[in-house]
């Protein structure tokens, strides 16, 4: 698992931190990135903001570390699952 606080009683979240969920968010297919962004909206509400009909922002300024270090577990198993449904098109 990625480690994204060196710190457990860190609450606040550093800019390298950050940029490296970013970078996560975008390596995830469309069907992934709907499922972390309901956990998301369900762990940090004030983390996800709609932007237009069929856009919108995750404010990562918005989590604290707890809830970070959450959500990129959730990444783990999609990006698992991920890995395991591409094998499995390739047989």
Same mark, same amino acid.
């Given at each position: 698992m990625l480690s994204i606080c060196e710190d457990d009683d860190v609450v606040e979240v550093s800019f390298p931190e950050k940029q490296k969920f970013s970078?996560?968010? =975008?390596?995830?297919? $469309?069907?992934?990135?709907?499922?972390?962004?309901?956990?998301?909206?369900? =762990?940090?509400?004030? $983390?996800?903001?709609e932007t237009g009909e069929d856009n919108a922002e995750i404010i990562v300024d918005n989590m604290d570390c707890n809830i970070l270090k959450q959500i990129n577990e959730i990444i783990d198993e999609v990006e698992c699952g991920d890995q395991v449904g591409?094998?499995?098109?390739?047989?």
């Open positions: 970078d996560r968010l =975008k390596n995830l297919n $469309a069907y992934s990135l709907g499922f972390v962004v309901e956990a998301i909206m369900e =762990k940090c509400p004030g $983390a996800f903001r591409k094998k499995f098109k390739e047989e």
